[in-house]
């Protein structure tokens, strides 16, 4: 693995964002930029077919273009450009194993603040290895507004399984953005959150108190290991799915994990990260873990 940011390039306004937004993350890391835009060439038996020449140029111009704006934005950032020869979900799932993270653009959903992932983007997510982060067009956001309103980075929890992946990754981002991390755990009870609440509240009480312990277990190695992040945790009795997209409003990153070994005929992101990426209106971070 590479110490680099590597960014898809598709030459829409969602991957020119996702671009900007990994060139903010470089800088905070002190790591290079790289930038891929994956093209298939026509076969040089192939010269006389139509628009050849022009899909050339507009693969180059496609990388061209973004490294302009960035280099402007970002004058000492070290970056890089490739344009991979091969099918695009190859290329990315190969550039994305050899970077500290991968950063894709995701389009929104009409007036939905959601993500929609095409085919591309579903079998990155499922396949790669290292942090998938997706981001919307125009979803770049100016980072000491962010720092002033305390927006903070967010990180969903399971508690059956262990997720130092994700809490190693939601910690980091929290710490280089100087901002607070809210760790929640949704837990759906077998009867209505309310009717729980309603019919028995010493239960209901214990079992938030059960969980809320757990979760401070599973949060204080890191919290050790980042004193300066001050921590917000949260448990939930509500769909872990539903609530994912609601705790992210008015985030500066959302983290998810995605089960490295997910079940043969299971699909390749599970429920909760599915939500996330399609409905979750801040960018967010898959992390894959065991």
Request: net charge neutral; aromatic share 4%.
């Amino acid at each position: 693995m590479e110490a680099v940011v590597t960014a898809g390039l598709d030459g829409s306004p969602e991957s020119l964002s996702a671009a900007r937004w990994a060139a903010d993350e470089a800088v905070r890391r002190g790591l290079p930029l790289r930038l891929i835009h994956a093209w298939v060439p026509l076969a040089s038996t192939a010269a006389d077919i139509p628009g050849k020449d022009t899909q050339r140029h507009w693969a180059h111009r496609i990388l061209r273009d973004a490294e302009s704006e960035l280099r402007e934005l970002h004058p000492g950032l070290p970056l890089t450009t490739e344009l991979a020869s091969q099918d695009a979900t190859a290329a990315l799932l190969t550039a994305g194993a050899a970077s500290e993270m991968l950063v894709l653009g995701s389009r929104g959903i009409g007036p939905v603040k959601g993500f929609f992932l095409g085919d591309i983007g579903l079998h990155v997510v499922a396949r790669a290895d290292r942090p998938v982060v997706l981001v919307r067009a125009d979803e770049r956001q100016d980072e000491q507004a962010s720092c002033a309103e305390a927006t903070g980075v967010v990180v969903g929890l399971s508690l059956r399984r262990r997720c130092e992946e994700v809490l190693e990754f939601a910690f980091g981002a929290a710490a280089r953005r100087g901002t607070t991390l809210r760790a929640v755990h949704c837990r759906t009870l077998p009867v209505p959150a309310s009717s729980l609440w309603s019919s028995s509240p010493e239960t209901a009480e214990a079992v938030a108190r059960a969980l809320g312990q757990e979760l401070g277990t599973a949060l204080r190695p890191w919290q050790e290991k980042f004193p300066g992040v001050r921590v917000i945790d949260e448990v939930t009795f509500d769909s872990a799915a539903r609530a994912m997209a609601s705790v992210a409003s008015g985030s500066a990153l959302l983290v998810v994990g995605r089960r490295r070994d997910r079940p043969a005929l299971a699909p390749g992101i599970g429920p909760v990260t599915h939500a996330a990426i399609h409905h979750a209106p801040c960018p967010v971070a898959v992390v894959t873990h065991d």
